[in-house]
Nanobody
Framework: QVQLVESGGGLVQPGGSLRLSCTGS????????MGWYRQAPGKERELVAR????????PADFLDSVKGRFTISRDKNMVFLQMNSLKPEDTAVYYC??????????????WGQGTQVTVSS
């Protein structure tokens, strides 16, 4: 059974920084991507950033509005989201996501429980 445990959310002033962490445990194939989605009240969940396991030509993707402010990194089955220059519009529940690729079959998707990020003065 795969589990994702997140930490690092909280309240921060505009312009501040936060670092989110997510640790995956269980049976996790080496072919995967790990990343972060977010969902603000009344809005759909959106991809913030993801990073693929080694060997992929394009290792990372970012939401346009966070490029240059957020960075993503990973260490085996841990993924980190460093968020700098935070804006009020970054306020949302952030969810860790793991996608395990399977040959000729749909991928397996797993989610963390979510962590609240609030950017406010």
């Amino acid at each position: 059974q795969v589990q994702l445990v997140e930490s690092g959310g909280g309240l921060v002033q505009p312009g501040g920084s936060l670092r989110l962490s997510c640790t995956g445990s269980g049976s996790i194939s080496s072919l995967n991507s790990m990343g972060w989605y977010r969902q603000a009240p009344g809005k759909e969940r959106e991809l913030v950033a993801r990073i693929r396991s080694t060997g992929y030509t394009n290792p990372a993707d970012f939401l346009d509005s966070v490029k240059g402010r957020f960075t993503i990194s990973r260490d085996k089955n841990m993924v980190f989201l460093q968020m700098n220059s935070l804006k009020p519009e970054d306020t949302a529940v952030y969810y860790c996501h793991l996608q395990i690729y399977r040959t000729n079959m749909p991928s397996n998707d797993y989610w963390g429980q979510g962590t609240q990020v609030t950017v406010s003065s």
